[in-house]
């Protein structure tokens, strides 16, 4: 079983940044693609983006490409997301999510976190 805690979302305006943090517990986060998912109300979970085990290859969807990065520490536990240029279209609940072989459709995420809620005013 692996755990999923995210943190640092928050109230943002346009044109900002924030950092989200995903501290995992119960195994170690090296046997798994990590990524982020975020889910707007009354809207569908999509897909952001996703980082390979190692950190070698990242993902993202074409409404948050150069803008957000995704990053991950190993020796932590730990994937970052950090989010530059935010739009009021960010807003969202921002999840972190697990797979052993791949995160990109969410039916691949073995694990997920709680969510961090992340607001965007324009």
């Known amino acids: 079983q692996v755990q999923l805690v995210e943190s640092g979302g928050g109230l943002v305006q346009a044109g900002g940044s924030l950092r989200l943090s995903c501290a995992a517990s119960g195994r170690t986060i090296r046997e798994y693609v990590m990524g982020w998912f975020r889910q707007a109300p009354g809207k569908e979970r999509e897909f952001v983006t996703a980082i390979s085990k190692t950190g070698g290859s990242t993902y993202y969807a074409d409404s948050v490409k150069g803008r957000f990065t995704i990053s991950r520490d190993n020796a932590k536990n730990t994937v970052y997301l950090q989010m530059n240029s935010l739009k009021p279209e960010d807003t969202a609940v921002y999840y972190c999510?697990?797979?052993?072989?791949?995160?990109?459709?969410?039916?691949?995420?073995?694990?997920w976190g709680k969510g961090a809620l992340v607001t965007v005013s324009s």
């Open positions: 999510a697990a797979g052993r072989s791949t995160v990109v459709v969410v039916s691949q995420v073995d694990y």
